[in-house]
Every structure is written in structure tokens, then in C-alpha cells.
């Protein structure tokens, strides 16, 4: 498990049990262990070998969020290495973002989370995890 400042995250590495041509999905779990709402934001090295659902929300205060990656469907890599990282990125949101993102939230959904977890992040510094993946 990560100690990062925000987040903790389990698995700290994620392991994709390979089969040729099958798509295979590895669950990733962030806790939020502030009292504070934290902005989260996934992001991979490989971007159309991967789907993260959901690549980016908020995370309550003292709760857990259960984020899946899918690796897609392929053939066998040449030397069964995976290079491939994922990053992720946390901040606070607090005040008028806050209010903002819960106004917009219930507006618009998932466009809004899109929006004000990357604005965050431009605004306040970001908090920055390595995850790193394994083929097995």
C-alpha cells in the first residue's frame, strides 16, 4: 500500500494474468485518509493499450474509491515485459471549488468531475503516485 500524503493505493502494482486476445481487467483501490474531499486523476503510460473507469473523480472524505483498468485485447508481447506505468494524481478540492464541483456534479455528472479534477490540479500542486504494471 502507498503512503502517499492523500491517497493510499492498493496495489501498488497491478497484474494482468496475460491470455492472447482476451481483454483482462485488474481493480485498483484508493482510500482518502484526510477530511478533506481529494480530486483524482489517472493516467498510463499507453493509453490505447488501457481503459481506467474512471480516470478521474473525487474521493470522500475517510472513503475509498474502486477504480478498474482494462488492458485490452492483444497479441503476446515480444519479450512478455511490461513497461508500461500509470501515474496518478491527487489533490484537495476545498471553498468555492468545492462548491462548485457539487453544483456542477449534479448538473452534468461525469463531465463535471472531468473538468474541475483537471482545473484543480492546474490550480493547487498535484500529489504524484507511480503505479507500475506486471504481466504474469
Given amino acids: 500500500m502507498s503512503t502517499g500524503e492523500l491517497l493510499d493505493i492498493e496495489p501498488l502494482e497491478l497484474k494482468f494474468p ?8 485488474c481493480s485498483l483501490q484508493l482510500s482518502n485518509k484526510t477530511d478533506s474531499y481529494v480530486a483524482s486523476k489517472v493516467k498510463t503510460t499507453n493509453p490505447k493499450k488501457y481503459r481506467v473507469r474512471p480516470n478521474t ?34 489533490v ?25 479534477a483537471n482545473k484543480a490540479c492546474l490550480e493547487s500542486p498535484c500529489k504524484n503516485n507511480l503505479i507500475f504494471c506486471l504481466f504474469l
Fill in 92 to 116: 484537495k478540492v476545498e471553498g468555492v471549488q468545492l462548491e462548485r464541483l457539487k453544483e456542477e456534479r449534479e448538473s452534468d455528472g461525469r463531465t463535471a468531475v472531468k473538468f474541475q
Fill in 18 to 25: 496475460f491470455e492472447l486476445k482476451k481483454q483482462i481487467l
Fill in 57 to 90: 473523480g473525487i474521493v470522500l472524505p475517510r472513503s475509498t474509491c474502486d477504480i478498474i483498468v482494462t488492458m485490452q485485447a492483444q497479441e503476446a508481447p515480444p519479450d512478455m515485459q511490461c513497461k508500461d506505468k500509470f501515474l496518478l494524481q491527487s
